[in-house]
């Protein structure tokens, strides 16, 4: 479905510029396009590997299982069938650190490996499991408690005080991630009992 509305954005957009007589814009902005899109992919590249190397340091060190332990009550809520020793937890005890600290680079590649690791245990490869579901919604609605990427934006721009949106970022960050969850767990068990029922 994705793809058609792409397909049809690109072929709305190239029609518009035709008879509008943008042409031109429309040739260097695929142009500049590719060029971001090469820069992004190299970007992200170097940041899965620095981070994902930084991962594997981090379990060999301890950390990964200090952080796991520490986030282990929240944790055993959310997914209750998941084993808190478990590699696969102590993979989103980091995902959710990261998060935390609101260093998005870090938490997409520590969310990666985590997704990783709970399609490894989960039953049918061709769908995603309740704990993967869960996962998603969780890494989308994260809470931020320092948000640093969005301070470094507003720094960026000229903002004096670009930590001063940390009460709101709580707020806002908080009841995403509870709503996002509860409907999480209301969709799971509500598609789980109509299976049954079949």
């Not at 579901?133 to 609605?141: D, E, G, P, Q, R």
Request: aromatic share 6%.
């Amino acid at each position: 479905m994705l793809n058609y509305i792409w397909a049809g954005m690109v072929i709305f957009s190239v029609i518009s510029a035709a008879f509008g007589g943008n042409g031109e814009v429309i040739s260097s902005a695929i142009i500049s396009s590719a060029s971001d899109a090469v820069t992004l992919c190299i970007r992200l590249g170097g940041t899965i590997c620095l981070w994902g190397g930084l991962m594997e340091i981090a379990e060999a060190s301890g950390l990964t299982g200090a952080v796991c332990r520490l986030l282990s009550p929240f944790l055993k809520i959310v997914f209750p069938k998941m084993d808190m020793k478990s590699k696969t937890a102590k993979a989103i005890s980091m995902n959710v650190t990261a998060n935390l600290l609101g260093l998005g680079n870090a938490a997409t590649p520590l969310g990666l490996e985590a997704m990783k690791r709970l399609q490894e245990e989960n039953g049918k490869k061709d769908r995603a499991s309740a704990d993967m579901m869960k996962f998603v919604v969780m890494n989308s609605a994260a809470f931020h408690l320092i948000p640093t990427t969005v301070a470094a934006l507003r720094q960026d721009y000229g903002c004096k005080t670009p930590f001063d949106i940390m009460p709101a970022s709580w707020i806002s960050s908080a009841a995403a991630l509870l709503v996002g969850l509860t409907a999480a767990v209301i969709l799971i068990k509500i598609s789980e009992s109509v299976k049954w029922k079949k």
